[in-house]
């Protein structure tokens, strides 16, 4: 009698950890593009939402420049997240709670 096959593993290749050597077991592919899409579902209503907040409250001959600041606010956030803020959601850590600042590309040391 043939030995029976092994169970398939339940558990999908994405969430196995050290299923490759280039791919930490930390790194969830599943976890960040999650991530990635809520924060682009964030960024696309906020634009708008504080573009109408701030212009409802100004004086009307204020409300295009209002928007302009939200959208230039928003501009900024995104900025800092893509130089240092990424890094110190997933990069080296500095304090338990706290990563090291710097650009996503750059090797750690």
């Not at 050290?18 to 790194?27: D, K, R, Y």
């Not at 990635?36 to 100004?58: C, E, H, K, N, R």
């Not at 230039?72 to 338990?96: H, N, Q, R």
């Amino acid at each position: 009698m043939a030995p029976a096959a092994p169970l398939p593993n339940p558990v999908p290749v994405a969430y196995q950890a050290f299923t490759s050597a280039a791919v930490p077991g930390w790194l969830n592919k599943g976890d960040n593009a999650w991530q990635m899409v809520a924060a682009t579902l964030v960024g696309l209503q906020s634009v708008p939402g504080l573009v109408i907040l701030y212009g409802s409250i100004v004086k009307k001959k204020w409300a295009v420049n209002s928007a302009f600041m939200a959208l230039y606010a928003f501009a900024a956030v995104v900025l800092c997240w893509v130089i240092w803020a990424y890094k110190m959601s997933f990069g080296d850590k500095l304090l338990p709670f706290w990563g090291k600042a710097g650009p996503p590309s750059a090797r750690a040391s």
